[in-house]
């Protein structure tokens, strides 16, 4: 599976090491920035990650900043980003089983690397359960559609 991730300032290092776990793990990795520890704004780097989701170049996203807050915001003003922010694995996988969600986001400030991994992990390793979880997400769909 191809992934894109992203990040601010804030989060350079955490996102280096889900990098190095993505790719053990045998995905495919395509990392956006930003690399630099020099004051940025989340806004940039979600919606790189958003647009490679909707142009079909990757299938998934994964978004940090200090918080994971704001750079979620701004993923999910993108037309067919559903983007959680998630700080434990159980929403995480929720997200995926229940709202397909397209985009993870979490915080560098709020969690460490070793449950950021669990996050991942949870959110990869579900599978949306379609269904009447369908029905629902084409009604957020046809909100966005208004
Ligand atoms: C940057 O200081 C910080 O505001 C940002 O990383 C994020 O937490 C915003 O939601």
């Given at each position: 599976m191809k992934i894109a991730i992203g990040n601010d300032h804030v989060a350079v290092d955490m996102k280096n090491e889900i990098?190095?776990?993505?790719?053990?793990?045998?995905?495919?990795?395509?990392?956006?920035?930003?690399?630099?520890?020099?004051?940025?704004?989340?806004?940039?780097?979600?919606?790189?990650v958003g647009n490679l989701i909707i142009s079909g170049e990757v299938t998934k996203g994964?978004?940090?900043c200090g918080t994971g807050i704001g750079i979620s915001i701004a993923a999910n003003k993108i037309k067919g980003i559903r983007?959680?922010?998630?700080s434990e694995p159980?929403?995480?996988?929720l997200s995926t089983?229940?709202?397909?969600?397209?985009?993870l986001?979490?915080?560098?400030?709020?969690?460490?690397?070793e449950l950021a991994k669990m996050i991942v992990d949870s959110w990869?390793?579900?599978?949306f359960e379609g269904n009447r979880h369908q029905m629902r997400v084409d009604m957020i769909t046809e909100i966005e559609n208004k």
């Open positions: 990098v190095k776990y993505l790719v053990s793990k045998g995905y495919d990795v395509t990392d956006v920035g930003t690399n630099s520890s020099e004051s940025t704004h989340y806004p940039i780097w979600a919606e790189k994964i978004l940090i983007a959680v922010v998630c159980y929403s995480a996988k089983q229940h709202n397909d969600t397209n985009v986001a979490f915080g560098a400030r709020v969690v460490g690397v990869l390793d579900a599978q």
